[in-house]
């Protein structure tokens, strides 16, 4: 009984698993097949469209815009919310939910609704700060709270917290030691989680920018469409192959770093 | 689970982490709340004071009076019919998906390539997005000219349902359907194959698992993921942006059109009233589920 169910269940999941491939892969292919295209019904295959994407500055500037700012989003993220956790779960557990309630409170303020309220803020701040893109970072930080959170939560649930961090503070560890040395080697894969949905949100992020005026990746790619639809095609399928490798090669890096203090993890 | 899994020691430490050190220890999450202040709670003040102040200055609800316009309720039922249809379809198939992925191998490359390609996938969006579809399903996109080929039309009548509401929700699960493999695989990793063992040592079957032991046990997830996906979908505007050429079809795009309108009759009292109003719907589905997952967690004891 036990063989047949799962030989059933072997089944379903390369059903599912081949359904959806499909399902996704289509519309990717369709992309590569149309930025493809060379110019005229029976012209052959062209890589033209993805050559454009190095020649044209203002996109290569994008690029390297949205590519700082998710990794200026993602370290501030890790400064700032990591300790946060720690320490309210360490000596504040009272508050853990009022924490909990702000960081999933983006979900509940819908982007677009968001921009409405911020801009007033980053007028100020182009005025007197910065007028740089990488400005965004702030605003960011923010869209990334509830993925963010929910992954550090999970990590920092996993491990006895407690009982490490007293044991580092009686061997006499200060608390950058603790988070530094304790907490980040502890909960490894809940770190690149957190950071790597950061990095997909900070890439994919449109609403924002343009609504602000910057140009990221993702505006520049709708312009982009309006001059060069199989260009900006190209680039949209590079920029997610790019967040694909990256999330791939990551996932490894994170095994590696997880064995040393997997003993202290709970079961 | 685990946080309850230790209550001497958490009850032992209480008596020092609680009341008589409260400022130093308050002072550890001063830099977040400084934070979360200036760029969150702020930004929602902002709304909220906005959407009193009418056009000529004065603080009146003649904003809310503006939302109150057939046009604008139209896009109210557009956008909650959009989302609750691709979260409630994307929450399905996702928990489908996301069940087949857990059962492999934790470390397996089935389980590295799904949860890597969601994470993209639940953040690509906007104009390549559609793009992508375009290219896929309309008339000149790869299969529909399969099937096209093959005799079989998919727009019956040269009814293009891609270019309409029905297409945006489509084009929708494909962000929506990763979103729920990444927020929901934790839920399912959370279940114990013992449980299986136990159902089938009492004699449960297949059936009897899913309806009394894993259904349950998975079910307040589920509804709290579908909510995140309705709430997703929701505030979602580059697609429909890039898709419906005729503005204000949802109320992402009507926000938009009344922040930065290009004939300079921009509203921002009027947008500030709609964003409210549009937190406010997330709110009552939020309400609505917290009342649900108290009966549900009522029946899991």
């Known amino acids: 009984m036990i063989r047949s169910r799962r030989l059933k269940l072997q089944v379903f999941r390369y059903v599912v698993l081949l359904a959806a491939a499909l399902f996704f892969l289509m519309p990717m292919f369709a992309s590569i097949e149309f930025s493809t295209r060379g110019n005229g019904i029976a012209a052959p295959r062209t890589l033209d469209s993805w050559k454009l994407i190095a020649s044209t500055p203002e996109l290569s500037d994008a690029i390297i815009a949205s590519l700082e700012l998710a990794v200026i989003t993602s370290v501030m993220m890790l400064v700032l919310l990591l300790p946060t956790m720690v320490w309210v779960r360490l000596r504040l557990p009272r508050i853990n939910r009022v924490v909990e309630f702000i960081c999933l409170m983006p979900l509940t303020v819908p982007a677009i609704a968001l921009v409405v309220g911020i801009k007033p803020i980053y007028i100020w701040i182009s005025l007197n700060v910065t007028d740089s893109i990488l400005a965004l970072a702030f605003a ?74 910057y140009e990221n990746l993702q505006v520049a790619v709708a312009y982009e469409s309006l001059v060069d639809a199989g260009t ?14 990256l999330l791939m090669v990551l996932s490894f890096v994170g095994r590696l770093r997880s064995t040393p203090v997997g003993a202290l993890q709970r079961p | 689970m685990t946080a ?48 009193l102040v009418a056009p000529d200055g004065s603080i009146s609800l003649s904003n809310f009076a503006g939302i109150a316009k057939p046009f604008m309720f139209t896009s109210f039922v557009n956008s909650i019919e959009i989302s609750a249809v691709s979260a409630l379809v994307g929450a399905i198939v996702g928990a489908i998906l996301a069940y087949a992925v857990a059962t492999g191998s934790p470390q397996g490359l089935v389980r590295r390539t799904v949860m890597s390609a969601a994470g993209v996938f639940a953040q690509f969006g906007g104009v390549t997005l559609t793009f992508a579809w375009l290219a896929t399903l309309y008339t000149t996109g790869i299969v529909y000219v399969f099937f096209k080929d093959r005799g079989l039309d998919i727009y019956p009548g040269g009814n293009i349902w891609l270019l309409d509401l029905r297409g945006l929700t489509l084009i929708y699960l494909y962000f929506q359907i990763p979103l729920m493999v990444l927020v929901f695989i934790p839920a399912i990793d959370g279940i114990r194959p013992q449980w299986r063992e136990a159902t089938e040592s009492l004699g449960g079957s297949t059936w009897h698992y899913w309806r009394y032991v894993a259904g ?72 609505a589920y917290t009342l649900l997952q108290r009966r549900t967690s009522a029946w899991l004891r």
């Open chain 1, 140 to 213: 960011y930080l923010i869209l990334v709270l509830p993925y963010a959170f929910r992954a550090l939560d999970a990590g920092l649930g996993a491990i006895d917290l407690k009982t490490l961090t007293e044991a580092a503070r009686s061997l006499g560890a200060g608390w950058g030691t603790v988070m530094l040395r304790i907490v980040v080697p502890s909960i490894p894969s809940a770190i690149l989680n957190a950071s790597l949905l950061s990095v997909a949100l900070v890439l994919g992020e449109y609403t924002f920018a343009n609504l602000m005026n």
């Open chain 1, 232 to 245: 900006s095609v190209a680039i949209s399928v590079a920029a997610l192959a790019f967040g694909f490798v």
């Open chain 2, 4 to 51: 309850a899994g230790n209550p001497a020691l958490s009850a032992a430490a209480r008596p020092v982490s609680g009341g008589r050190r409260l400022p130093l220890s308050w002072l550890g999450v001063v830099p977040f709340f400084v934070y979360v202040g200036i760029f969150l709670l702020l930004p929602t003040a902002i709304i909220l004071a906005g959407s």
């Open chain 2, 216 to 287: 349950p046990l998975l079910f307040p997830s589920f509804l709290g993921c579908t909510l995140l996906l309705f709430a997703n979908a929701f505030s979602a505007y580059a697609t429909a942006a890039a898709l419906l050429t005729q503005g204000g079809v949802i109320l992402p795009l009507q926000v938009q059109a009344l922040l930065t309108s290009e004939t300079g009759s921009s509203q921002p009292g009027l947008a500030k009233a709609l964003a409210l109003a549009m937190i406010f719907v997330v709110l009552v589905v939020m309400g």
